[in-house]
């Protein structure tokens, strides 16, 4: 089954745990809190090898951060998600 990644990240925003941003991201991933990462295209390097050292689940974002920023609903960019809990979203699926 083919998960339209977008309408699930939104669904998740919504009704799950969403953290924002590369660093809170890492944080996550380090303290094992991390399901899933979505990650831009333009995601600064520093963070992908960052990201390396922890077995979290990466999807990367067909899309600049400001892409992924909009997708968010967010005036700003977005490098770097992580979902710490899906809530009522079946992004989970997509890994």
Known sequence: ???????ALRKALN?????????RT???AKEGNAKLVIMATNCPEEFVEELKKYEV???TYRGTNM??????????GVSMLT??????????NAI
């Open 1 to 7: 089954m083919k998960i339209d990644v977008e309408k």
């Open 57 to 59: 689940p990466v999807i």
């Open 26 to 28: 890492i944080k996550a």
């Open 67 to 76: 892409d992924l920023g909009a997708t968010c609903g967010k005036p700003y």
């Open 83 to 92: 979902i710490v809990d899906p809530g009522e979203s079946e992004i989970l």
């Open 15 to 23: 009704t799950g745990k969403v953290y924002l941003g590369a660093k």
